[in-house]
């Protein structure tokens, strides 16, 4: 799942795709890269972020959304927690909503199931890595039992997001002790502060390496997904950890 930041203000390159022609030449250039979901954010959330309306983050992502739909047939994700702006998206050529908020909002829920659009849902706050299986389990019974089918659901462990640096690190490490069957699991550690912690490399930009091992370690554990910026160079390492998966699959 490759990033493309509709924003000024993103921890790690806030500014370079915010103007719609850039932000859909990005998108482009990612999926040559060999990208299988684009995932559209326009609204930071990183540390200390000022929240933006739901008008705001619509007007930035209005003249990119389309674009990129009529220029490939690839799932396009939308990061928000907006239901108004989840709507419009999926109105506009959307497949998945990205939501960090979370919370069971009942409006996404209805959207989502009105759609059949997926929905990424993701642990917000701190918790230990069964306090997030727990919550999972939580929100895929509140899914089910709203009417949402099983296929259109994916979790989040939510790295970065109200954590200690232990348990982000705890949550990468250890994926089966909390993953649960059936359901795919999105791993969104990109350049964040756990990965300039754990390798000392204070460049957000510059944590590809960081990037891959943790990579690495959550497909190994039975992450499906991997949200990152550098799609080229950690594509080699999802590849590679992928290959070593299958291997020890067909020995146990």
Same mark, same amino acid.
């Given at each position: 799942?490759?990033?493309?930041?509709?924003?000024?203000?993103?921890?790690?390159?806030?500014?370079?795709?915010?103007?719609?022609?850039?932000?859909?030449?990005?998108?482009?250039?990612?999926?040559?890269?060999?990208?299988?979901?684009?995932?559209?954010?326009?609204?930071?959330?990183?540390?200390?972020?000022?929240?933006?309306?739901?008008?705001?983050?619509?007007?930035?992502?209005?003249?990119?959304?389309?674009?990129?739909?009529?220029?490939?047939?690839?799932?396009?994700?939308?990061?928000?927690?907006?239901?108004?702006?989840?709507?419009?998206?999926?109105?506009? #050529?959307?497949? !998945?909503?990205?939501?960090? $908020? @979370?919370? %069971?909002?009942?409006?996404? /829920?209805?959207?989502?199931?009105?759609?059949?659009? #997926?929905?990424? !849902?993701?642990?917000?706050? $701190? @918790?230990? %890595?069964?306090?997030?299986? /727990?919550?999972?389990?939580?929100?895929?019974?509140?899914?089910?039992?709203?009417?949402?089918?099983?296929?259109?659901?994916?979790?989040?462990?939510?790295?970065?997001?109200?954590?200690?640096?232990?348990?982000?690190?705890?949550?990468?490490?250890?994926?089966?002790?909390?993953?649960?069957?059936?359901?795919?699991?999105?791993?969104?550690?990109?350049?964040?502060?756990?990965?300039?912690?754990?390798?000392?490399?204070?460049?957000?930009?510059?944590?590809?390496?960081?990037?891959?091992?943790?990579?690495?370690?959550?497909?190994?554990?039975?992450?499906?997904?991997?949200?990152?910026?550098?799609?080229?160079?950690?594509?080699?390492?999802?590849?590679?950890?992928?290959?070593?998966?299958?291997?020890?699959?067909?020995?146990?």
């Amino acid at each position: 799942m490759g990033i493309v930041n509709v924003t000024p203000d993103s921890f790690s390159d806030g500014g370079t795709h915010f103007k719609s022609s850039d932000a859909v030449e990005y998108a482009l250039q990612i999926i040559e890269d060999g990208a299988d979901i684009i995932d559209l954010g326009a609204q930071s959330t990183r540390p200390g972020y000022t929240e933006i309306s739901p008008e705001e983050e619509w007007n930035r992502l209005k003249d990119v959304l389309p674009v990129i739909r009529s220029k490939t047939n690839l799932p396009i994700s939308v990061d928000t927690y907006f239901s108004e702006v989840a709507e419009l998206s999926l109105k506009n #050529g959307a497949d !998945i909503i990205n939501d960090v $908020s @979370g919370v %069971f909002n009942l409006n996404m /829920a209805q959207l989502v199931k009105d759609s059949g659009a #997926g929905w990424v !849902i993701m642990h917000n706050g $701190s @918790g230990s %890595f069964a306090e997030v299986k /727990a919550f999972f389990e939580d929100m895929a019974k509140k899914c089910i039992d709203f009417g949402i089918k099983k296929e259109q659901l994916c979790f989040d462990m939510g790295i970065g997001f109200g954590k200690t640096y232990e348990q982000n690190l705890e949550l990468i490490a250890n994926v089966k002790a909390y993953k649960l069957p059936d359901y795919p699991l999105l791993l969104g550690v990109s350049r964040k502060r756990v990965i300039g912690t754990a390798s000392g490399q204070k460049n957000p930009s510059e944590r590809i390496y960081g990037n891959i091992a943790a990579d690495t370690a959550a497909i190994l554990g039975g992450v499906d997904i991997i949200r990152l910026h550098d799609v080229k160079n950690e594509k080699q390492g999802i590849l590679m950890a992928t290959e070593l998966l299958e291997q020890s699959n067909k020995i146990r």
